[in-house]
């Protein structure tokens, strides 16, 4: 009896601490929704108010009239869609061939391929911006796309994925005649549906925020997304527009929103399992 109060009272206080948890995690997120409905005046207000006194509508109308929106989102998803699922299929392939086939130097070559994550993004800016003004890249969809294709992040964690799965599985499907292409496509892939979509989703959200890159290789309205368009709120002569800038974060957040919520169950998953499709 006594050991299952104890364990009634761990539990009480792991919810209490979770739910704290919670709240601190999603203040920055209501304030800036709040914020997103207040003026100007209310946004840069000391001590801060956080109910506005008139909900004001206008700021979404503003950030649409002021920004091209519709065309910052249509790149948005563009960029998003076309770096995220060419990125899975390659880093798949090269997770596979990591975990189940023997080759030489495998072990070497991975351990090569993750000295890359001790190289700061940013040391490689401007080589990768001298070889897209080479290419021509430069304000271009490929300039954005081409050098996010590749990560070595997902080629790791899928690789742990496939590690995982049983090797009778893939002896039965050499037995049977097939070949490494179809045991990866038709056997390995589907069992692992959970840990893809987990990381396809922690790259979308990469893709979708992501502002150094396209800040340096766009130059126009034609490719501008939507993390850059939103610089142009900052600064000027009338200063950091802030409740403009949460309008427009808003907006900007709401399909990550809903995409989660969409996949929530996948992502749990994925992240709980180790690749075994129960």
């Not at 080759?103 to 911006?129: A, E």
């Not at 009778?168 to 499907?173: I, Q, S």
């Not at 056997?187 to 396809?200: R, S």
């Not at 368009?229 to 399909?255: F, I, W």
Request: glycine share 6%; net charge positive.
């Amino acid at each position: 009896m006594k050991k299952k109060l104890d364990l009634q009272a761990g539990n009480i206080g792991t919810y209490i601490l979770l739910a704290l948890g919670s709240v601190v995690m999603l203040i920055p997120f209501m304030w800036m929704l709040l914020t997103a409905f207040k003026t100007y005046a209310e946004a840069v207000k000391v001590p801060v108010v956080w109910i506005p006194a008139q909900w004001n509508f206008n700021n979404f109308k503003m950030v649409l009239g002021t920004l091209d929106f519709f065309r910052y989102y249509q790149n948005t998803v563009f960029v998003t869609v076309t770096i995220v699922s060419i990125q899975m299929f390659m880093c798949s392939l090269a997770a596979f061939a990591f975990a189940r086939m023997k080759f030489p130097f495998r072990n070497i070559l991975f351990f090569l391929l993750l000295l890359v994550f001790m190289v700061p993004p940013q040391m490689t800016l401007i080589p990768r911006y001298v070889l897209a003004a080479k290419f021509g890249w430069i304000d271009t969809f490929k300039g954005i796309i081409v050098p996010n294709l590749f990560s070595v992040y997902t080629v790791f964690m899928l690789r742990q994925f496939f590690q995982s799965l049983p090797q009778e599985l893939e002896d039965a499907a050499r037995i049977d005649g097939c070949s490494f292409f179809r045991i990866y496509w038709n056997i390995m892939l589907p069992l692992i549906t959970a840990g893809l979509v987990a990381i396809g989703m922690l790259n979308v959200l990469y893709a979708w925020n992501d502002v150094l890159w396209p800040l340096i290789v766009s130059g126009s309205e034609r490719t501008r997304v939507l993390s850059v368009g939103m610089q142009t709120l900052q600064g000027g002569r009338q200063g950091t527009q802030y409740h403009l800038m949460m309008a427009a974060s808003t907006l900007v957040m709401a399909p990550m929103i809903v995409l989660y919520l969409i996949c929530q169950r996948f992502f749990i998953a994925g992240i709980s399992q180790t690749g075994i499709k129960g």
